[in-house]
């Protein structure tokens, strides 16, 4: 799935897989945060019939995370990309706090 996709499409659960300091320093709207190392002890939190995106940096990441989760019976989908893509396509990122945020 492309940036601009999954901005437009709703009732989807955004599930960014990166670590703690680059999801502090910036992470899409709205977005879940569970650190790839966690995910499968953690699946549980995970809602199981909503369509899940997971999103990295770069897409690597959410790519095993995908692969993980679609093992678990969720329906999932990687951001191609990732964060970086949705940047550049000039898609928000925040911050806790609100503020603007930036891929790390």
Known sequence: MEAAE???RSGL???DVREDDEWE???IPGAHHIPLGQLEERSGELPAQETLVAVC????RSAK?????SGLGFDVENLEGG???WAAAGLPLVTASGAPGAVS
Do not use: F, I, K, P
């Open 6 to 8: 999954c901005d437009a």
């Open 13 to 15: 659960y955004v599930l």
């Open 25 to 27: 320093a910036g992470h």
């Open 57 to 60: 940096r770069s897409g690597g």
């Open 65 to 69: 995370a995908t692969s993980l989760l």
């Open 83 to 85: 964060t970086a893509a």
